[in-house]
């Protein structure tokens, strides 16, 4: 397996993590909605959300410029 593949199997392990905090959210999106969350809670999680996302996108962004 050469490096530039290695680099893209991480890029899509880390677009496929994304994607599960993804999902994450939008059910605590449903449960806020569905009121069984207070708006703290959901702000909490959103905020946590955020976080992941922007650090898995320097990831991938670093990532990329290897390529």
């Known amino acids: ?8 199997d991480k890029i899509k392990d ?3 993590t994304r994607a599960m905090y993804h999902r994450d959210l939008e ?9 069984k ?4 809670e959901f702000e909490k999680h ?5 976080k992941k996302r922007e650090k ?3 990831k991938i962004h670093k990532l990329e410029g290897k390529l």
């Open 27 to 35: 059910e605590f999106e449903k449960k806020y909605k569905d009121k």
């Open 46 to 50: 959103k905020e946590s959300y955020d």
């Open 14 to 16: 880390l677009n496929a």
């Open 1 to 8: 397996m050469s490096k530039k593949d290695k680099i893209e």
């Open 37 to 40: 969350i207070t708006k703290e």
């Open 56 to 58: 898995i996108r320097e």
